[in-house]
């Protein structure tokens, strides 16, 4: 929000279950007065809002899930890397440009993992003290906006 400064209601949304595939058992799934929601960020015309002109405007403060992009990394019962895929789930042009190492993808990996749990967390805390709650007021809960007196 900072980078952009744009309100959290302008960088995401709420996203209908028919809009989210493959992510049905999620733990990310919000309840809201309006029913389950996924948040995630917006789009524009069908991509990243922050996509202009084939390049990324906030590249330096993207997410770490952005900065992940296109790997996703499974470990054997060591905790070694088994194996590094591509991911295809959403179109990147410049998912793979410039070098990476793979211990800089382990550990962007790791991080991501790390604010996944974090959030996944606050969602259930929500989901069971706020199970009727707007998206604002879930919004004021992550403490990204001033909570409104009624």
């Given at each position: 929000?900072?980078?952009?400064?744009?309100?959290?209601?302008?960088?995401?949304?709420?996203?209908?279950?028919?809009?989210?595939?493959?992510?049905?058992?999620?733990?990310?799934?919000?309840?809201?007065?309006?029913?389950?929601?996924?948040?995630?960020?917006?789009?524009?015309?069908?991509?990243?809002?922050?996509?202009?002109?084939?390049?990324?405007?906030?590249?330096?403060?993207?997410?770490?899930?952005?900065?992940?992009y296109p790997f996703n990394m499974f470990?054997?019962?060591?905790?070694?890397?088994?194996?590094?895929?591509?991911?295809?789930?959403?179109?990147?042009?410049?998912?793979?440009?410039?070098?990476?190492?793979?211990?800089?993808?382990?550990?962007?990996?790791?991080?991501?993992?790390?604010?996944?749990?974090?959030?996944?967390?606050k969602v259930k805390k929500w989901n069971?003290?706020?199970?009727?709650?707007?998206?604002?007021?879930?919004?004021?809960?992550?403490?990204?906006?001033?909570?409104?007196?009624?």
């Amino acid at each position: 929000m900072k980078a952009t400064k744009q309100e959290a209601g302008e960088v995401v949304r709420f996203f209908f279950p028919d809009d989210v595939k493959g992510e049905r058992r999620s733990p990310a799934w919000i309840k809201l007065r309006q029913g389950r929601r996924f948040m995630g960020l917006r789009k524009t015309r069908g991509h990243c809002r922050y996509l202009e002109e084939g390049r990324c405007r906030i590249y330096p403060h993207r997410p770490v899930t952005c900065r992940l992009y296109p790997f996703n990394m499974f470990f054997d019962d060591d905790g070694e890397v088994e194996s590094l895929e591509i991911n295809d789930a959403v179109k990147c042009e410049y998912a793979l440009g410039g070098n990476v190492s793979l211990e800089e993808i382990k550990a962007l990996y790791f991080r991501d993992e790390e604010q996944d749990a974090a959030y996944f967390a606050k969602v259930k805390k929500w989901n069971a003290m706020h199970p009727k709650g707007t998206a604002n007021e879930f919004l004021a809960f992550l403490g990204l906006v001033k909570e409104r007196k009624k």
